[in-house]
Every structure is written in C-alpha cells, then in structure tokens.
C-alpha cells in the first residue's frame, strides 16, 4: 500500500520489520517485495541480491505449490534486475529459467514483459557480436544474423500478448522495440556484406516496410489518444520523438539501399523524406509538448511520400551546452539526435563537392557527440543500463568505419575522429558502469 501511494521510505521501513518476522514459508514472498522496492528506486544490484536470495530459497525448498507458484515472478524480477545492470547473458538465463513456471494463471503482462526482456537481451548480445565481425565472416555472419531473428521473434510475441490484453504501453514499448532491432539488423548486415545482391536487398526492404509500419502505427496511437484527451493511457511525448527519429532512419536506410541497388530517382526520394522529417523533430524538441500539427503532417507526409525540392541539410538548433545534465525526455533526443546524424553520413555520400561533404561530416559529429553527451547522462541517472552507452558508442564507431571505407581520401581526419571517440568513451563507459553497481 505504501508503494502505491508513492511512499518507498515507509515501504521500506514496513517490509525490513516482516523480513525477521516471517516464517521460512514466507521468506521469499518478503525477500521479492524487498528487491521489488529496490528496483523501483533504481538501486538494482541491491534489489539483485534480494531478488536471488528469494530464488535460492525458492530452489532447495520443498516444492509446495505456494512456494511453486513464487518461483516465477522470483525468476522474472532476477532477470530484470540482471538487464537493468546490462549483465545480458545472466539476463537471458534467468528469463529462460522462468519460461517453463510461466502458467495460464499469471497476468499477461508478466507474460509480455518475460518475451520482450527476452527479445531485448538477445538483441543486445547479437549486436555485441555484431561489433567482432570483418566484413566477409559467412559463418558468424549467419550466426549474428540468427540472433537478431530470435530477438524479433521474442518481441512479436510480446507484443501479440499486449495486443491480445490490450495493453497499449506495452504493445507501444514492444512496437519500439521490434523497429529498433530491426533497423540495427539491417544497418549491420548493410556494413558487413560488402557486394549486396538482389535476395539480400529484398529481405532489407522487407524489414523495412515492416519497420516503417510499426513507426506508424505508434504515431497513429499517440494521436488518438491525443485526439480524445485521454492522457492517461495515451504514450508519453517522449515515445512519439522515438518513434519520429525511428522513421527518419527508415527512410535513410531505404535511401542507402536504393543507392546501392542503382535506383538514384528513388534514393533521391528518400533522403528527401528523411531531411524534410529530421529537420521538423529538431525544431521540435525545444517545445514543451510534441506538436499535434507536426504529428499530422508526419502522417500525411508518410501516405503521401512527396516533397518538394532536392533534399539539403538543414542547420541545426542551438544547444546549451550548460543544460542540465539530465531532464525528461532526453531518451527522445538522443534518438532525434542519431537520426539526424545518420541523415548527415549519406546525403555525404551524394555530395557535389568537397564542401558540402566537409558540412556534410561537421553536421553528422556534432550530432552524435550531443546523443552521446545525453546518452551517457540517461545513463548516469541509471534510466538505462550501461550497455546502452556503450551500442551508441559503437553505432558511432560502426560509421566512422563505414566511412573511411566511403571516403578513403578523408581516412586520417576519420582515423582521429576515432581516436577521439575510443579515448573519450573508455572513461564515459567504465562510469556508467560503476554508477549502474553503486546506488547514487
């Protein structure tokens, strides 16, 4: 009752009073709400240690069916705390541990949340192993490509369960989700074929209409409810900045793809979706709630796919390097932020002259040093684990590489660039991951 009316402290206070008091039976069920607490207060290595108590006694205890019935919600929260602590592999054991005590009683939403921490986990050790792979390793390369297809197939199934129960956060979260995956497979598998044939160009567009029709159908969510005043369940501002940038680099991967299979007309058309879209989130995101009008014309621009003019690169709004290090939101901005930057590396690719390409190079920087500056800071306040640093570390590292193969006459700046980015993260990362272990 306490921690529903938002009172952890006597939450806490009540709970460390039964834990003495409780019998060996009811051990586990105080020792799980002692690491629930924990975890709602983003103290998760802590919350992990009362959370594997619980599971310990759980294992050696006679298996009566109250204890039996524990052994699930015990497993789940051992392996939320585990990914929350970027720990993915024991993540992912815990998880799967928890599959076979998953039964028709349990709420469907503990069900969601198991198969999207599955798919979330195998994607973030599919996208590890993505990183140690040299273009031309067949074999890995199918092993990698294997993971993110297990990934995809855990988030389907949470978001079918959310769908069927009609929990719209959860099918947004999931929907998210599935696009993410999706787009780093493509981009991934883009950077490491080096000569992409006809059935590899096909199973990418696949992917990302799929990809482009669960962008949609998030915005279309987030303006309903907007539409009908419901803002208690309709999805935060932040997830429809998310679900914008998600967007742009559909279009940007489209563009990249249609480039390299020849068809310039349709490329041309893309990278003019994608800036015409990045240049309206960044102008967007100084504003205190997301645009109705933006959303519409998001919608609007997405059935019609036509703009006016050749695609350029906009300027980009001023940031105040003196903000605070951490407000709500930035989890969307670090997203506008990178799609931006993506937009800025292929409209590079096209360039006319070594001016726009510098402009092109200068623009794409700045934005990732920005997304990566309030990366680390979501990061600090442990709003996410320390594995997401470090993918936006290496999403970054992955594109500088791409493009000293693109632009081999630009390798030395390209080469310090890197240098700068591996000196600079080492610190970031080894931060986070300490501010992830001890409590702030």
Known sequence: MAHMRQEHEAALHALERALPLASAQLQPAVLDALGQHYYLTRSYATALHYHHRAFVLLQHAALRESEHALLFPVTLHCGEDYRALGAYMQACDMYERALPHLHAEHEMKSAALLYLGLGYCNYALSYQAAQALNAGEDVKLEEMERGFQRAIGFVVQSREICQLSSDLPGEVAACLLLVVVELDFITRRRQLVSAPGAEFLTSCFSLLDDVEEQCRQVLVSCQDMLKQGNTSTAPHGETTYVALAYLVRTFIQRAALTRLSGHEDLARR????????????????????????????????????????????????????????????????????????????????????????????????????????????????????????????QRYACILEERSIAAPELWEETSRTLMGLLKNGLPQVQNAIISAQIPL
């Open 270 to 393: 893309e990278r003019a979706l994608a800036t015409h879209l990045y240049q309206h989130a960044l102008d967007a995101l100084g504003e205190p709630d997301f645009p109705m009008a933006l959303l519409q014309a998001v919608l609007s621009l997405q059935a019609e796919r036509s703009i006016d003019g050749s695609p350029t690169l906009l300027c980009l709004p001023d940031f105040n390097e003196e903000a605070p290090p951490f407000q709500c939101g930035l989890s969307g901005q670090v997203e506008v932020y990178y799609a931006a930057a993506e937009v800025a590396e292929e409209l590079n690719r096209t360039a006319t002259s070594s001016e726009d390409a510098h402009s092109c190079y200068t623009c794409a920087e700045r934005c990732f040093h920005v997304a990566l500056r309030l990366a680390n800071a979501i990061v600090s306040s442990q709003e996410r684990e320390p594995g997401y640093l470090v993918r936006c570390y």
